[in-house]
């Protein structure tokens, strides 16, 4: 089992920057992927980026393609989201998930373990 847990989310006005943090712990496999999605009111759970165990290869949705910066820390089993440029149809609740293997993956179905999710909130 994998327990990942998100913090960082918060309340920031429109243009601000946010940094998410995702500290996994429990049984980590040398190769997996980790991805970050969102999920706002009334809307079903989206893609936002991913990243692969050596962090060489990333992949964006387009809707944060540029603003948004996928990264990890291995020593602290850690993925980073570094959001700038925000705006109100960013806020969400932002969850983190990963799976094993190497080969990148946006499908929510795609991945095995989940995170709570962290709130994250752009006023205009």
């Known amino acids: 089992q994998v327990q990942l847990v998100e913090s960082g989310g918060g309340l920031v006005q429109a243009g601000g920057s946010l940094r998410l943090s995702c500290t996994a712990s429990?049984?980590?496999?040398?190769?997996?992927?980790t991805g970050w999605f969102r999920q706002a009111p009334g809307k079903e759970r989206e893609f936002v980026a991913t990243?692969?165990?050596?962090?060489?290869?990333?992949y964006y949705a387009d809707s944060v393609k540029g603003r948004f910066t996928i990264s990890r820390d291995n020593a602290k089993n850690t993925v980073y989201l570094q959001m700038n440029s925000l705006n109100p149809e960013d806020t969400a609740v932002y969850f983190c998930?990963?799976?094993?293997?190497?080969?990148?993956?946006?499908?929510?179905?795609?991945?095995?373990?989940w995170g709570q999710g962290t709130q994250v909130t752009v006023s205009s």
């Open positions: 429990g049984r980590i496999f040398s190769r997996h992927l």
């Open positions: 998930a990963t799976r094993t293997g190497d080969r990148v993956s946006s499908s929510v179905g795609g991945y095995d373990y």
């Open positions: 990243i692969n165990f050596t962090g060489g290869r990333t």
